[in-house]
């Protein structure tokens, strides 16, 4: 029996320390094209960088932290000669956790899944300019001005591959789909993003 037993936490630990031994954790940098589908599709990009934990080769713990290198703006005549609207969007920053899930085809070549929570943070700025003539030739405008700091939290999914440049060194391409994008009364719009990128092993 103590035979037996003594077997037992000793394969224990043996598949605990190999275990450890192909855990790795990794740090990269990434680029981000970013997409908001609405009546007119908004454009945006970030930088930033990944954080990772590889338990083993099928599964890893993730973060992406970016920041935005764009904004994106607008002019609409909104059919009125006399009426104008201005749109300005950009994202102040954006981070996520993952869980990677990641089926290897080859030592050099694999697929991977990523689930987990987004936090999107963004400025919106609007300002509506409206031009009123009245009888006696007179102009007056009237402006109107909102800016804010908005945020956005929630599921984020999406698959990528990935390629093993060295032993150290790997590149990453994937798509993901954010966060839905809500703004006071406006309808819900789909942000997605695609990202390129590498990852160092430590």
């Not at 969007?89 to 030592?107: C, R, W």
């Amino acid at each position: 029996m103590k035979m037996v037993l003594h077997l037992a936490v000793s394969l224990m630990f043996v598949q605990t320390a190999q275990a450890v031994n192909d855990s790795d954790f990794y740090i990269g940098a990434q680029y981000s094209n970013q997409k908001i589908k609405s009546s007119s599709d908004i454009n945006l990009n970030t930088a930033g960088m990944t954080l990772g934990y590889q338990l083993n080769q099928y599964i890893a713990f993730e973060t992406r932290l970016n920041i935005g290198i764009s904004d994106y703006s607008s002019l609409c005549p909104c059919g009125d000669e006399y009426k104008e609207h201005v749109y300005k969007q950009e994202v102040d920053n954006q981070a996520s956790l993952f869980i990677k899930g990641t089926y290897p085809f080859s030592d050099d070549f694999s697929v991977y899944a990523l689930a987990g929570i987004t936090k999107n943070s963004y400025n919106l700025e609007t300002k509506s300019h409206y031009t009123v003539v009245e009888e006696n030739s007179s102009v007056t405008t009237v402006i109107l001005h909102d800016t804010g700091k908005h945020s956005e939290s929630g599921f984020t999914y999406g698959v990528g591959i990935n390629y093993q440049i060295s032993k150290a060194f790997s590149a990453f391409l994937d798509y993901q789909i954010l966060p839905d994008l809500t703004v006071s009364s406006l309808e819900a719009s789909n942000w997605e993003s695609a990202s390129i990128g590498v990852n160092y092993t430590f």
